[in-house]
């Protein structure tokens, strides 16, 4: 099938190379020259495990190509995907002006029937705002989809290639059956192909965000809890992750989510829901909660150094030099949207402490936002030396087995604040750390 891809972003670009892994003959469209350039070359523009392969053996066999010209890639294909960003306004609405704007242009190429899937995310009524859109360029026939993904940051390539579901909003049979074919090579497993309303699809994908975003906040609004009646977030974790009912997926507690998906879907949804007429308590109160859990680790280093030395006053960690591992809102990706990592440097940085980060892939990102604010490490074990202590805001797979021998002789004190409940405490204060986490204050007994 031939197939148009608007838009290269994380989404697109995965999109359009699984796409044309399956056979299907792929045109990639981009307004950024730049990034169009850098991609017929075969470079990867994004930092996700696996696609980089895949893009070099679809170019290679000629199934894929890239471009600025969306009338080329419009006209050359049945199915035409958007999938711009769709970034969130003052008030919290997603920004549509980007899914319009493409339609628009859409509308004004067509040379014949067309299938318009928007894999943007997207409120509900989106693909009215669509039809319409494309209607008022052109009198040619034409059908609008709502096809949601749900891709992970970091794992983006597998979740394409083996989805859970795949859900496809049409009002038209035809159009439905034509989507399962485009499909079905990702399904033969048996995984659903779910047919719905248009309206229904639009939901489902903000749904789905606000329902794990909701466990990731009940989980850290519960670790409060733990640490003050002394107990265990993580034995409590595992004991209701066993009911089946519940199941493990979303209930690690932290340093609250980031991203580009969590923050300004929830956002959305309580939008939307305004628009309607309706408050969205719970979901009100999972972004106050996840607020609130991105400075807990700042909170905690400022209040352990005021309680060691006895000091008061804005530049508390004045003098002190500290270490942090993480900058990524989370592992296998160099996305830094709306990363608890951002919230806790800035955190530190106004007490007045020196810092020192690594990040395994989002270095170059974190240079765009904090400059020479902040100094950077090659490696782990570049960050430590002289370090009064270790705060680790991300869980690459890296920080979970240090040479805690080497640590303790690089670093000033052997204090570590970790935002990811990586290690185990009793371990910890057997090798003479002082240990903080999240949710487990029975084990803080060295706290000064």
């Not at 008061?312 to 500290?322: A, E, F, S, W």
Request: glycine content about 10%; hydrophobic content about 40%; aromatic content about 8%.
């Amino acid at each position: 099938m031939n197939v148009c891809v608007i838009g290269t972003g994380y989404v697109g670009l995965v999109v359009g190379v699984c796409l044309a892994e399956t056979g299907n003959d792929v045109i990639c469209v981009d307004v950024d020259e730049s990034k169009i350039e850098r991609l017929k070359k075969g470079d990867v523009i994004i930092y996700e495990p696996g696609l980089g392969p895949l893009l070099k053996r679809n170019m290679e066999e000629g199934r894929i190509e890239f471009t600025t010209d969306l009338a080329y890639g419009v006209r050359r294909s049945l199915f035409n995907f958007i999938a711009v960003g769709t970034p969130p306004g003052e008030d919290g609405s997603a920004d549509l002006q980007h899914v319009l704007t493409v339609a628009k242009d859409i509308g004004r190429n067509m040379d014949a029937y067309k299938i318009i899937v928007n894999k943007s995310t997207v409120p509900v009524g989106t693909a009215d705002l669509v039809r319409k859109t494309i209607a008022g360029e052109t009198s040619l026939e034409f059908n609008v989809v709502s096809n949601p993904e749900f891709l992970k940051e970091g794992g983006a390539v597998s979740d394409f290639l083996k989805p859970d579901r795949v859900i496809i909003g049409t009002d038209d049979c035809r159009v439905a059956e034509l989507m399962k074919e485009l499909y079905a090579p990702f399904v033969r497993t048996g995984n659903p192909i779910l047919i719905m309303d248009i309206r229904s699809a639009e939901m489902t994908k903000y749904a789905a965000n606000a329902m794990l975003a909701t466990r990731i906040s009940f989980m850290n609004e519960l670790s409060h809890l733990c640490e003050r009646a002394g107990a265990d977030i993580e034995m409590v974790r595992k004991g209701i992750s066993t009911d089946s009912r519940i199941g493990s997926s979303f209930l690690f507690p932290g340093a609250g989510y980031g991203g580009s998906c969590f923050p300004k879907d929830v956002k959305a949804i309580i939008r939307t829901a305004q628009d309607y007429g309706l408050s969205m308590n719970i979901l009100n109160s999972v972004e106050e909660v996840n607020e609130r859990q991105k400075g807990l680790l700042g909170e905690k280093v400022i209040e352990y150094f005021s309680k060691l030395e006895g000091k008061k006053g804005d530049k508390i960690l004045q003098g002190k030099t500290i270490a942090l591992w993480g900058l990524s809102f989370k592992p296998q990706t160099d996305d830094m949207r709306e990363a608890p990592s951002i919230v806790t440097i800035n955190q530190l940085l106004k007490a007045g402490a020196s810092i020192k980060a690594y990040d395994p892939a989002a270095i170059g990102v974190a240079k765009e936002i904090f400059g020479d604010r902040i100094a950077y490490g090659k490696n782990v074990y570049d960050c430590l030396p002289d370090a009064d202590c270790l705060v680790i805001v991300t869980e690459w797979n890296e920080f979970r087995r240090p040479n805690y021998d080497k640590m303790k002789g690089l670093m000033k004190a052997p204090v570590v604040f970790d935002g990811r409940n990586l290690y185990d405490p009793e371990r910890m204060a057997q090798r003479d750390f002082q240990y903080f986490c999240i949710g487990r204050g029975v084990y803080n007994q060295k706290n000064p």
